[in-house]
């Protein structure tokens, strides 16, 4: 099975600064026969369900600020918010599907300083 | 509109069963797999397993496997996730999810489960 580890559990930014979480897989989610990453990025805010913003590593959902970038490639991927907003206080999730049996990240919690 | 509306908020007792459904809308039923994924309380997101609505194949995460049954009823285009021998940790909103590629962009509203004596 594949495992996803987040980094940091937890980070605290002021208003408009930039936050970065990291996400690393046990085994490469890039795929040899189509060059793509399966990997996923969500926000999960209390009392809704997860929201999709990244797929393939680094493609926008629809209606995603673009303040919000995916990055990075094999085992090493990157969520970055370029400048900090209140209404993006909410735990980030990474998740793979290259494996047949998906798997998420812990989790990181985004929170103003 | 696209839509997964899930069964409502259920409490069980140690060892007994649940069985949550969700209720899948405005796209073909059996062209996208249905995956289930909960989260405990003060926990993370866990992916516990996919089902193709079309040949009723299943793939289950390991932590689950022999606990964990997913069907459905492709009449009614619904999906069912039945979780046997509760136990406290399994207290958790339980939420279904469409995978297009395996990324899921729809998900259901979420089922509170309680699992207490």
């Known amino acids: 099975d594949i495992v996803m580890t987040q980094s940091p559990d937890s980070l605290a930014v002021s208003l408009g600064e930039r936050a970065t979480i990291n996400c690393k897989s046990s085994?490469?989610?890039?795929?040899?026969?189509?060059?793509?990453?399966?990997l996923a990025w969500y926000q999960h805010k209390p009392g809704q369900p997860p929201k999709l913003l990244f797929h393939?590593?680094?493609l926008r959902q629809s209606g995603v600020p673009d303040r919000f970038s995916g990055s990075g490639s094999g085992t090493d991927f990157t969520l970055t918010i370029s400048s900090l907003q209140a209404e993006d206080v909410a735990v980030y999730y990474c998740?793979?599907?290259?494996?047949?049996?998906?798997?998420f990240g812990g989790g990181t919690r985004v929170e103003i300083k | 509109q696209v839509q997964l509306v899930q069964s409502g908020a259920e409490v069980k007792k140690p060892g007994a069963s649940v069985k949550v459904s969700c209720k899948a809308s405005?796209?073909?039923?059996?062209?996208?797999?249905i995956n289930w994924v909960r989260q405990a309380t003060g926990q993370g997101l866990e992916w516990m397993g996919w089902?193709?609505?079309?040949?009723?194949?299943?793939g289950i995460a390991q932590k689950f496997q022999g606990r964990v049954t997913m069907t459905r009823s492709t009449s009614i285009t619904t999906a069912y996730m039945e979780l046997s021998s509760l136990r406290s940790e399994d207290t958790a909103v339980y939420y279904c999810?469409?995978?297009?590629?395996?990324?899921?962009?729809?998900w259901g509203q979420g089922t509170l489960v309680a699992v207490s004596s």
């Open positions: 999810a469409r995978s297009d590629y395996g990324d899921f962009k729809v």
């Open positions: 405005g796209y073909t039923f059996t062209n996208y797999d």
């Open positions: 089902m193709n609505p079309n040949t009723g194949n299943t």
């Open positions: 085994q490469s989610v890039l795929s040899s026969s189509d060059n793509m990453n399966y």
């Open positions: 393939w590593a680094s």
């Open positions: 998740q793979q599907y290259h494996d047949t049996l998906f798997s």
